[in-house]
């Protein structure tokens, strides 16, 4: 599927917070074909609003919620995907492109 996003000349950029290293063992190990930015500081998580509380088994903490926005080339936000699914999400989106 990448394949289409390049034909429409769309860029994928995947952003966290863990580290450099992170990323890379990540990448290697799933064989992602795009770049995966490392948000270290939360500096994009912070600006895009994806910081949120989360509760699990009980206990509150902060995490990032799963988000996908479409930037076009001027760098506009021209569609936002709050809380994704991975399941079906890649075909949404492209069918969102121009």
Not at 52 to 58: D, I, P, R, S, T
Not at 70 to 79: E, N
Request: aromatic share 10%; hydrophobic share 45%.
């Amino acid at each position: 599927m990448i394949a289409e996003f390049e034909k429409k000349q769309a860029t994928i950029v995947g952003v966290s917070r863990d580290s450099v290293e992170s990323h890379r063992k990540f990448k290697e190990k799933y064989g992602f074909p795009f770049m995966l930015l490392a948000d270290t500081e939360s500096q994009l998580c912070d600006a895009f609003g994806v910081i949120v509380e989360k509760n699990m088994y009980g206990r509150i903490t902060k995490g990032v919620a799963r988000a996908t926005f479409l930037i076009d080339p001027k760098g506009t936000i021209v569609k936002v995907w709050p809380k994704v699914k991975v399941e079906g999400h890649a075909a949404e989106v492209l069918a969102s492109l121009p």
